[in-house]
């Protein structure tokens, strides 16, 4: 649902990181994205497209790896992917778990020339 | 050429709620972001806190709403200083947001800031504002099954207020399964019935907010 402001913050990591390497052009943004974070893969793509308009990073891909959300369980510490609607664990049953992974949302490269 | 980048997207936000931060602590103002769906009972909370406790403490409000300033003039009718947010679309608020409403707010003058985030239970999970508390208006006309369709937010708060418990009798609300899954996610939370209406369950809130603050219950 946010993902202008998202798109415009990851944009500003990106120019400035090419910047600093000197590039001339971006070819291509790599992200990785949790499947906890309320993030749209297809908006992204569009509002990327709009914002780098006269900027190095004209006609660059994005590309995104998913990580699937984790979580450990408080009574076994057993790691497993949660589920939708049920976050009880695959070995005690229990259903009290720590969230390990799924939250991310960040740059993880960027290709440049 | 790869350039490995390794940073947050969502940093830039970050770093602009720390300084909102080291601003009210610099004044010794308690921030609250008050979290919800529409219609759950964010504006009837506020409004309850701040009739309960304006002689004791000095409240003030930021409202966070997409248009419209309806809540900011409920609020202010209460004689308490508020600044309204209209984030003209946006479904969140965001840690640039407060800091400009900081700017029009007298912190000299309060103790305690509310702020009313948008109602919405996705993105205002992932934008960090700056805030002391996090509190989670959850409502029983919701249904019990919220916390498995939004973990994000119920992991990332502090309280959840399980507001309309006197429509319970009507409705297919689970207690049981709604506090187990909470707690499941979140297992430091604190998980309170209350209902705006019939004033249910407003005293413990209170106690546990004030608590929060240092200050005497």
Redesign the interface.
């Known amino acids: ?2 993902e202008l ?2 798109t415009q ?2 944009l ?3 120019l400035e ?2 910047e600093r ?1 000197g ?1 001339e052009r971006i070819l291509s943004v790599k ?1 990785s994205v949790g499947d ?3 993030f749209v893969e297809e908006s992204v793509q569009f509002y990327f497209d709009f914002l780098v308009k006269d900027t190095i990073a004209e006609g660059a891909s994005v590309s995104f790896t998913r990580v699937p ?1 984790k979580a450990r369980c ?1 009574n076994c510490a057993r790691v497993f992917t ?1 589920k ?4 009880s664990c695959p070995g005690c049953g229990r ?5 390990t992974d799924g ?1 991310e ?9 | ?13 970050d770093e602009i709620a720390e300084r909102n931060h080291a601003l009210l602590e610099k004044n010794n103002v308690f921030a609250v972001n008050i979290m919800a769906s529409p219609g759950a009972g964010k504006t009837s909370l506020i409004l309850e806190t701040i009739r309960r406790l304006k002689d004791k403490i000095r409240i003030g409000v930021i409202e966070g709403d997409i248009t419209s300033s309806v809540d900011a003039e409920k609020v202010g009718k209460e004689g308490v200083p508020v600044v309204q947010i209209n984030t003209g679309g ?3 608020l ?1 840690a640039n947001m407060i800091q400009t409403a900081l700017v029009n707010m007298a912190l000299d003058d309060i103790d305690l800031l509310l702020i009313e985030n948008v109602g ?1 239970l ?2 205002p999970a ?2 960090t504002i700056g805030d002391h508390k996090k509190v989670l208006v959850s409502s029983t006309p919701e249904g019990h ?1 919220k916390p ?2 939004y ?2 937010m119920f ?1 990332t708060v502090d309280v959840v207020l399980l507001n309309k418990i006197d429509l319970k009798p009507y409705l297919d609300f689970d207690l049981e399964t709604f506090s ?2 909470v ?3 979140n ?1 430091k939370v604190e998980v309170f019935p209350i209902s705006c209406t019939s004033g249910q369950g407003i005293d413990r809130w209170l106690s546990w907010l004030l608590i929060q603050m240092g200050r005497k219950p």
């Open positions: 649902m946010h402001a998202i913050s990851m500003d990591i990106v990181q090419a390497a590039a992200l906890l974070s309320g959300a408080r949660l939708e609607f049920d976050w259903d009290s778990i720590e969230i939250k949302l960040f740059v993880e490269s960027i290709e440049v020339e | 050429m790869e350039i490995k980048v390794l940073k947050n997207i969502l940093s830039a936000n946006g479904c969140h965001d919405n996705v993105c992932e934008f099954d498995f369709k973990p994000l992991h187990q899954a707690k499941g996610i297992e």
